[in-house]
């Protein structure tokens, strides 16, 4: 049984340009979110998604963009990126169950950095 | 009160004692406490969670401690071992699985 998968592992890009990273949430899981992870900082939440919508948003600008696939895969676009947002990008997949206290499981992550 | 802080920053632990990280939050209406433990260049994985019904809940060598009236639960690393040596990172759920993350300890164990 695959865990969460992120692709690529490592990115380099300029600023300015834009980015798209990739997760393939764990077997039987339906609901992926994103972090960004600083470096020495703890993991802060992007956005969520669930049945290929937006569900809930931390406090990141629309720079930030995803979407999630009907085979619950997502992608987590940035566009015309800063230096600021160098960090390790997670994904984490859960199962979705109103009151349910599933666990998140977090992929290896994608490392961008931006020159 | 969104945050969670997390304490101590970094922490150096001898072989075979015990390692206290510990974290308080503020809004009551978290309702799920996981502990992550991350090595460099990996994601986070789940060591231990908690509920806010339960005081106290352990797995083998990991507690976690949960004082719901002071808003404030712990994690305890009995024996501590070289292979212990990591960050780790509290949390806590608020609203359609939301993570709210501490800030991080890291946590070296000496041989």
């Known amino acids: 049984d695959a865990g969460v998968t992120q692709s690529p592992t490592h990115l380099i890009k300029t600023r300015g340009q834009q980015v798209t990273l990739r997760c393939s949430p764990k077997?039987?899981?339906?609901?992926v979110s994103w972090y960004q992870q600083a470096l020495g900082q703890g993991p802060q939440f992007i956005f969520q998604y669930y049945e290929e919508e937006e569900r809930q948003r931390g406090n990141f600008p629309d720079r930030f963009s995803g979407h999630q696939f009907p085979n619950y895969s997502s992608e987590l676009n940035v566009n015309a990126l800063l230096l600021g947002d160098s960090a390790l990008y997670l994904c984490?997949?859960?199962?979705?169950?109103?009151?349910?206290?599933?666990?998140?499981?977090f992929g290896p992550g994608t490392r961008l950095t931006v020159l | 009160q969104q945050q969670v802080k997390q304490s101590p920053q970094s922490l150096i632990v001898q072989k075979g004692g015990i390692s206290i990280i510990n974290c308080a939050y503020e809004?009551?209406?978290?309702?799920?406490f996981p502990w992550y433990q991350q090595f460099p260049g990996k994601g986070p994985a789940l060591l231990i969670a908690?509920?806010?019904?339960?005081s106290e809940k352990k797995e083998g060598r990991f507690t976690i401690s949960f004082n719901k009236s002071a808003k404030q639960f712990s994690l305890h690393i009995m024996d501590s071992q070289p292979g212990d040596s990591a960050t780790y990172f509290c949390a806590a759920r608020g609203g359609a699985q939301k993570l709210v993350f501490g800030q991080g300890t890291r946590l070296t164990i000496n041989p």
């Open positions: 077997s039987g899981h339906d609901t």
């Open positions: 809004n009551t209406a978290f309702d799920y």
């Open positions: 984490a997949s859960s199962l979705f169950r109103q009151g349910a206290r599933d666990t998140q499981y």
């Open positions: 908690i509920r806010p019904d339960v």
